[in-house]
């Protein structure tokens, strides 16, 4: 789609035949992060600006992250670039046309991710903006099956295109750094639970991320805790990360895993349940999830697919002749609390 982003009119959307970039209109897409920054440490866990240039070198995957005078991208800030891929994913899967540049509307990122739609949550939302476009990558990190040396931004630039009456962001384009744009049209991202945006705890936020990354659909994945705080990005000393951690497996509220410390200094993560990957089992068309929605008005029907499948999966992923018509059937039957099975 060629074209010149011009500002929309007060009372108007953009027009995505329009327009040069894609237009984020799926407030309810399953939040997907990209592989590359679960696995490194690119961003502080500090909530405080953080002015340390961060170094990283772990199986001959070398980081670099140097802040900007605004400091450091945090793990909150990240949540800009879940949603822009979360879009993208899910742009992609439903065959649309898709660009780096990404308009989004700054309401539905905040409602998104969890976040209050206060005048200060617009202003904190500016500033994660800033702390993205400042900081600055270097890396030898491979995505979408291309390793190459190269420094680059989180994001390489964003505008808002048009404020309220109140003087409050409302559309807003965010040019993604074609490192990650790359991961994205690779599909090398991961599915997260909608409960990360719950976490309010770097660390727990991060642990999660790992744990997604590495135990995946395994039943189990064991690292010792010092490879943990060395892969976390912690700036805290190895004895109080081990006190946090404990802290979270007493409280236990990561979502899909459980932790436990073993002898040795190990961490075991386990799985609460089943998760699929991205893209992993049946695939279901478009007029399908509308379809859905009409059943179930107001219902989060990419959440109910995500369940339907994690369903599939758990009963032994028998082939389905009709998986649109097995879905809604499925859908239909939870329309009354006594009955929940799977339609096949």
Known sequence: MAGTVVAPSQGLLPDPGATDFFYCDILDALPKD???????????LSTRPDLRVLRYDHNGAEVTVTPSVKG??????????IYCVSQLVAGLNAGREVSRRVSLTAHDLLVATGRETSGDSYRRLREAFERLAGTRITTNVVTGGVEMTTGFGLIESWQILRHSRGGRMVMVTVVLSEWLYRAVLSKSVLTLSRDYFRLRK???R???????KHCGRQN???????????KSGSNSPLRVFRQMLRQMITADHLPDYHLIEEPGDILLVTRRGILLEAGEGPALKVATLEK???LMPGADVHALAAEWRAVWARTGRQPLRAPDAAFLGWVKKRLTP????LLL
């Open 220 to 230: 189990e994945w064991r690292v010792s805790i010092p490879v943990l705080h060395l």
């Open 338 to 341: 006594e009955t929940t099975g």
């Open 34 to 44: 990209d592989m590359a920054t679960m696995e490194h440490p690119l961003f502080s």
């Open 202 to 204: 770097p660390l727990e």
């Open 72 to 81: 450091l991208a945090t793990l909150f800030d990240k949540d800009i670039l």
């Open 292 to 294: 859905a929605r009409a």
């Open 206 to 212: 991060r642990v999660y991320e790992l744990a997604r």
